[in-house]
């Protein structure tokens, strides 16, 4: 156990050196490389980032250092060199003695990988004992020791409790205290806090930077967030499709970056420095670098967004009235109790919650889990009823709508879910799912709606090639295109945009959320636009709404919520956003 | 814990209650109505007339129903019309037989399977797991009857290695203070009758077990392999877990929570096997008495045994239940 | 193959059917052409397949196939007290304790079981259905009187449900039918519920809704058609329990007919008795039954295998 701290980039030998390493999957239609020549090295206290987007291979390199590739993977070249030794050639034994001890790892997902049936303190205290640090008593006062050092409030008590009794904040930080509990040289984190909200994320960051520091650890750190690796690392590396496209120190990339993928990532980055997507709207006024926004393989992502098109419907009549108007709308859920004798409870998921959407123009409610923000967008898709309050689309109240006036609301509202795998029915081609609305509302006949499919297909710049395909075909983009375009095959007024691009790669999300500005200005949409991702919301929206744990904390103009916020929550959401202050991509 | 095992006692109370009711109609749909199931098929009209007045066959229905009900709840059962005995005492004079002979064969299923299942999953895709599926498969399709026949005939009337029908030896004079064969010759220190009573409930056991034994075998070898690839196990090889703590702590005792409801479930097949397995090697249990009761039509034995059977049944998988929360922390605090 | 064709029932667009397009009844055919895929490289699908095929055909062609007629006692004058003939040029699988053909008798069988085991599981998989259908679609107090009603048959052991119920309606084959469909109907009741309660869920099905399609056209048209295949591999095996089930019930006496009907169970019966002098007659139709469900089985597991999700999405 070596304590003594080492200055980034102080020593002579890498710590870690990895040279063209290469990993191979066997699979049933044959061997696919999945990390081809990949070589960087990792100094003793030095925090390198590896980033790419899914599929890049960056966790599948961090997976074959500490020697737990699946098993029907293998390093297939290169080496892995730790403190000089070459892991590739170590034996099963020899591996196992070395994880844990000398290389740890914190893992990406909180709520999967804790041993659900063992108590937290015992998983502290295993790792202690098989990795000979100490054992009994000594070892369960060192787990105390630990979680606290972990940042585990009343860690004495919450090591007698189970996984399940912690948040996922907590969890992480039980798994920091594992990775970290037999005090290795390097430590391998996998996305440590992506499965987290904001401010737990930073705060579980914070602790781990300061404890890696203090104890001289040396990081690998997986990410795919641009502005966290930004922020946190010394050193990083880009990965993409399975190969290292660049390599360096952290601001030199982040402000200079040399190859053109990075440069696609840095410019499809939100950041809080990001500005608006401006179309024509107000000519002249267009403050997004224009030609970082189209993707260099040169897919039509914008095509018809000429400044010239003539937009039909010109936003913001300022005196029209609004097309939404939620007043003192609350949704109390009851949580039935178990049992016969088991009493029920309320739970308030939105509590008193008023705004308006003006026409044409997008309102974005943002908050972290539990904050209410989804209940919000099921209610306004009249798919849940408010327990209160009153919803009126167009005038005309839609909470306690009959059937026929359901349908015509139904016709102006659609919505676009987040998970573009769980939004497509696996049963219905690409044609069938756009057509489908239309065949229900009885518009045109069998020609016609083959013709406005195809139109719709056109408007989300897919290929026509793809209508008989299955969602189990597509790509994500693709499949958020498909329920875009189903969505405006009713050609509705508001479209109900939950998450809608959160489950996405950072260049397709940007690539959509460029195509929903695209489409917001020629079709003149309103948006209400549910998302937890402050970066994205300032991108999209012209009028944000804060909600946290039901109700609504601050609301304004989005300029003025990010520029000068006025409550302590909505501040300390903007500052949890890693490189919130990064203005990733721009030369300095 | 207690507060769930208080739950579920009371939710049983619903379901028996709604079992005796169908019970109760179920005798009142049969071809020669209630009279048949004490008087029997060949009653006379007379006499049918007469147990009618007599026990209020003629009132209304929800009427009888209570009357029913509450002879039920002081104990009375009716009366068998094949041996004219009360039918709670004949339940009782068998059930130590049946469960003898179930948690014998609970034992070979559950001390086999799992292990078979467990090997089978560490060496997936080998000639173990190959052999280990193909025989649980067989396991799972061959009925239970048609099993018991073949240890029959091969182990009893081939071999003569077993006793091939009873409990015991009729020439074994043995005092049987509790009802539990072996368990009496332990007792009594008559160690012979003991060894006896053992001896006639192999067979049958094995007959009994094999069907669970395939089942939890197939369920633990499945769940095995889904353990093995959960995040957490990664995650215990990557803290430097000892080979021993990541099979035992984290694989094994993970994939014994579908693996124990699983057990649970057996019961009932258990129970089910039992008429068949007890009938073909007449083993006096209360399994060959229903079976005997089928064929006699003796309604008032089936009324009587199958609503008694529900609650043991029902209180079996209370205990399973309740167990359930002692390898799964998860289900304590719900 | 008859895969994709299992989807058509739902596949009738409540809307308008008529005006379909040729796409619409390819809908579901990417799932159920990988499916088949998958099952024409799996050795145990084959198996199962061909065991299935070669009972079918044996039950439908039986007056083709058995040398002589259901009930028919050709050996009646050659059966002694102590001795059963065995095989011989006439009877190549010899005859039983009252003078039939074992052969023919069961090529017989094997009609009566298909029989019994397909109108039994399709009156459990019908009422399953219908029960999970309802409960799946209105949930609240439907639900739960559903899911009572539902408990309480699993209350009692499967057999003894079947029993019960066989005894009521008396000795025949159609009560057989009866007892085994009725016990099945809660396993397909649960097994359709909870498979619709998890695709409720989802968010193309809240898409559906927002579409303003009704409540009967979701459920039909996207909830049904992604919840039934879990049903259909459970009928499969279900099949092969049905078989085995309906050999147990003739087993206990409660089969009806007379001891030379030709059924696998009631044949092993009677064969209980001469288990000394000719054990080959407990044999033969006990391998028959244990084939018969191990055909259903290697099937259906296959089935279940290829349509598993969790492998499909990759």
Known sequence: MTDAPQHPAGGTEPLLSIRDLEVTFRTEAGSATAVRGVSFDVRAGQTVAVVGESGSGKSTTAAAVIGLLAGNGSVTAGQILFEGEDLVALGPEAMHRLRGSRIGMVPQDPMSNLNPVRRVGAQVDETLEDNGVARGAAARARTVELLTEAGLPDAERRAQQYPHEFSGGMRQRALIAMGLAARPRLLIADEPTSALDVTVQRTILDGLTDLTDRLGVAVLLITHDLGLAAERADRVVVMYRGEVVEEGDARTILTAPRHEYTRRLLAAAPSLASRRIELARHGGHVDEPAPADVPPDGSPEHRGTAPASASPALAADASAPPLVEVEHVTKVFTIRGRGLLGRSSGFTAVDDVSFVVPRGRTLAVVGESGSGKSTVARMMLALLAPTSGTIRFDGTDVTQPDRSAEVAFRRRVQPIFQDPYASLDPLFTVYRTVEEPLRVHGIGDRAQRHARVRELLDQVALPAGLLRRYPAELSGGQRQRVAIARALALEPDLVVCDEAVSALDVIVQSQILHLLADLQERLGLTYLFISHDLAVVRQIADEVCVMQEGRIVERGTVDDVFDTPRTTYTRTLLDAIPGRDLDLGRPA | ?334 | MSAPEVYEVPQQGPVDAGAALAEDRRAGEALWRVALRRLVRNPAAILGALVVVAFVLVALLAPVIAPFGPGELPGRADVRPTFIPGPSADHPLGIDRYGADLFSQLVWGARASLLIGVLATLLGLAGGMLLGLVAGTFGGWVDSAAMRLVDLMLAVPSLLLAVSIAAVAGQSPSSVVLAIGVVQVPVFARLLRGSMLAQKGQDYVLAARSLGLSRRTVTMSHVLPNSVSPVIVQATLLLATAVIEAAALSFLGLGGGSPTTAEWGRMLVAAQNELEIAPRLALWPGICISVTALGFTLFGEALREALDPRSRRR
């Open chain 2, 1 to 334: 814990m207690t507060r769930l095992i208080l739950r579920r006692l009371a939710l049983l109370v619903p379901t028996l209650l709604g079992l005796s009711v169908l019970l109760f109609l179920w005798v009142r749909a049969l071809p020669g109505g209630p009279a048949t199931a004490l008087l029997g098929e060949r009653a006379t009209p007379e006499a049918v007339a007469r147990i009618n007045q007599l026990y209020g066959f003629d009132r209304p229905l929800p009427q009888q129903y209570l009357t029913w009900l509450g002879q039920l709840l002081q104990g009375n059962f009716g009366v068998s019309t094949r041996t004219g005995r009360p039918v709670l005492d004949e339940f009782l004079a068998r059930f130590p037989a049946t469960i003898e002979l179930s948690l014998l064969g609970l034992l070979v299923a559950v001390g086999l399977g799992i292990p078979l299942g467990y090997v089978a999953a560490r060496r997936q895709g080998r000639l173990v797991d190959h052999a280990a599926v193909v025989a649980s498969l067989l396991g799972v399709t061959i009925p239970v009857f048609f099993l018991a026949f073949l240890l029959k005939w091969l182990f009893a009337v081939q071999l003569g290695w077993f006793p091939s029908a009873g409990r015991q030896s009729s020439a074994m004079i043995a005092t049987h203070p509790t009802g539990f064969y072996v368990l009496d010759g332990v007792l009594t220190r008559e160690w012979d009758a003991s060894w006896n009573a053992l001896t006639h409930l192999v067979l049958p056991a094995l007959a009994l077990g094999t069907i669970p034994l395939a089942i939890i075998a197939r369920i633990t070898r499945a769940s095995v392999i889904d353990v093995q690839h959960a995040d957490y196990v990664r995650t215990a090889r990557a803290k430097g877990l000892s080979g021993p703590h990541v099979r035992g702590r984290v694989i094994l005792h993970n994939a014994m929570l579908p693996v124990s409801t699983t057990i649970g479930l057996q019961i009932g097949l258990l129970l089910s096997g039992a008429v068949l397995t007890e009938t073909v090697f007449a083993f006096p249990g209360v399994g060959k008495f229903l079976a005997d009761a089928v064929f006699d039509l003796d309604y008032a034995v089936l009324q009587g045994f199958i609503l008694l059977i529900a609650v043991v049944y029902a209180l079996v998988n209370l205990a399973v239940d309740v167990s359930y929360g002692l390898i799964d922390p998860r289900m304590r605090t719900r």
